[in-house]
């Protein structure tokens, strides 16, 4: 018998080709950056548990085993995790259910830092099913984590976890038994759903089929544009390619930068904004660039849920003769990586110079928890993030725009449109990539794999020599 799970629904109300797919078993397989995900979200629950000492734990029995026993457990008024409930072909398995009289309560328990939209969708559909099978729910919760809690020596569970009643908001949501039945047809189609793009690509995740989906779009499509409350509006209207876009529509500037790199098929210079940037740099000039990992519960001493925590960095300075030096760290994990990646580093971006980042967001935003955390190095800390200049800010602004960036500025898709090189050749090739392995061989797994550290070296060094190169290429540009 085909079942609808929790899970399943969740998948039908971002897409029903997403829940065809996953009932077949033929979704891609699971990323290491998921997993890794799906791992922390194990490692909250394991705290989550604790507000309930007295909880019994089902979730290692089979099908039939767990569903026995819960159908024994329900009634001798006691905590349960992990408790299946099937009705006809209709199935769950609640996180927590707490007895209160003759009813129960019904906690989902989630690694996010605030309730979500789909977390209430995935209480509705639990406690249709419970109500089904004539169990009484008093009220609902979602346990999630405390973004203000602070580690400190031992976890208290009170302190991490947040318990925030949603009751009201589940008792809104009126279609889940015309969602059901609509989804249990789907389940039980033959053919796939028709492909259909549309915002929900997106959220509340990036869909799994996305890539296969997205395919069929034209090679400079739409969604390559800025605007996306335009590009959406213009692909309901049946347009997909840029070029097919009407000449009397007014685009915003970026996008008619785009527009006109498509259809003359040219790369677009702005030769004065470039000099202008250029001119704002002062030599010798810090290429800089942080690798990071996180993670849902905080494992080091002052730090909070999925703070990002520093394991890397490259360091290139260029100076105006041409003379180009290199300095990099990779903590060992043996301990928390910032104080001595802070005390290296301290002794090497020094004096004056332009300290220059790509997408200066993220490294200004570690380097103030830094200076939050290390108070002793507020004030160096404060020095570099006063001299930061953004590299992208030419791309940011479609100053540079080539058509091979599909609509992108990150560095991933800035270094080859202007230089030809790319991290294509490279073992690891993304941050991504690059934080969950690191966390998975140096800190859960605890080993010291010397293949990975020479991969990570390299493609973090290869993000600040590849803004040597960006530079050197706009210095030419203008000449």
Known sequence: MTLLT??????????????????????????????????????FEKFARLLFPEGINLENLDFNKNLE?????????????????????????????????????????????????????????QKYVLEKLNIKINKCFILH??????KNDEINPEELVKREEVTE???????????????????????????????????????????????TLPKNNITQLTNWRQYWKLFEEGIQDIKDIPKDT???????????????????????????????????????????FDTAVPIFNKSKP?????????????????KLEHFEYLATGEEDPRIKLLEQLKNEIKGEGSVIVFNKSFE???????????????????????????????????HYYNPIQKGKYSIKKVLPAIT?????????????????????????????????REHLLKYCCLDTEGMVWIIDELEKIIK
Request: proline share 4%; with cysteine; charged share 25%.
């Open 6 to 43: 929790k899970s399943k629904f969740i998948s039908a109300l971002q897409c029903p080709r997403l829940l065809w797919h996953s009932n077949k078993k033929l979704l891609p397989e699971v990323s290491i950056a998921d997993q890794h995900r799906f791992d922390q979200g194990a490692e």
């Open 420 to 452: 030809g090189n790319g991290y294509d050749n490279l073992e690891i090739n993304n941050g991504l990539d690059a934080s969950v392995q690191y966390f998975i061989s140096h800190i859960k797994n605890k080993t010291k794999d010397n293949k990975l």
């Open 364 to 398: 200004i935003s570690v380097l103030k928890k830094l200076a939050e955390d290390f108070p002793q190095h507020s004030d160096w800390i404060q020095d570099v993030l006063d001299r930061i200049i953004d590299l992208a800010i030419p791309f940011q602004n479609y």
């Open 250 to 292: 007014i685009l915003k500037p970026k996008d008619e930068v785009i527009r006109e790199a498509v259809i003359k098929n040219k790369i677009q210079i702005s030769i004065e904004h470039i000099k202008h940037f250029l001119n704002s740099l002062k030599y010798p000039l810090f290429h800089f660039d942080f690798e990071t």
């Open 306 to 322: 999925y703070q990002k925590i520093p394991f890397q960095y490259s360091l290139h300075i260029q100076h105006k003769d041409g």
């Open 169 to 215: 908001q589940v008792n809104a949501i009126q279609d889940i038994e015309e969602n059901t039945n609509k989804f249990l047809k789907i389940l039980n189609q033959e053919t796939s759903p028709d492909m259909t793009i549309s915002k929900n690509c997106n959220k509340p995740y990036i869909c799994p089929l996305k890539s296969e989906c997205w395919s």
């Open 69 to 125: 026993q819960t159908e024994k457990l329900i009634k001798n008024n006691v905590i349960i995790f992990e408790a299946s409930f099937k009705d006809d072909n209709l199935f769950i398995r609640s996180d927590v259910l707490e007895p209160v009289d003759d009813k129960f309560n019904l906690y989902e328990i989630k690694s996010t830092t605030e309730v979500k939209p789909q977390h209430i969708s995935d209480l509705a559909f």
């Open 145 to 150: 984590l405390n973004k203000e809690f602070t």
